[in-house]
């Protein structure tokens, strides 16, 4: 499929413009975007997330992670456990107050996206939800495979043209 450059231009500009919205609704919350991420994620995995999974899956640096789990828990909206599988780690929980705050965090959310589609049918803002679940995914994949390409083989498997090399480089 062929698609014009003006209307991805188009599309980036609008998204840009809602993203701003969103950040704007959202100011003065006392949760940062990888707050909520991680709260997320430790409600999601039910006890079981490690502070390296939550760095892998949300595609950031582990001493950001650690940072963020250290704040939250001093705030007691997760806490920790040893991990049973790994001494060294620990294991990430969502306490009930950091699922309240997490709830009203999304609660404020929504409130400040109601007004925009008021007008709109529930059928409508459901498409929407759908088309843009979709553009976020195939964004994911073609970042993931964009990566992928850019990764250099390991020395090991490069291909080897024997005419490039002397027999004594070649032969252990």
Known sequence: MEVNSSVILQLVAAL???AEHVRRGMVGQSLDELDVKVLALAGAANGTLKPSQAAAEL???FPSITRHVRLLQEQQLIS????EDDGRSYAISLTE????ALR???DNLVTSLEPAVKDWSAAEVRDLAKQLTRLAEGMTTAHAEARTARTPLWPTELPVDASDHPESELTP
């Open 16 to 18: 840009r413009e809602c």
């Open 59 to 61: 595609e950031v640096a």
């Open 104 to 106: 009203r965090y999304r």
């Open 80 to 83: 920790i456990a040893p991990d």
């Open 97 to 100: 107050s950091g699922a309240a």
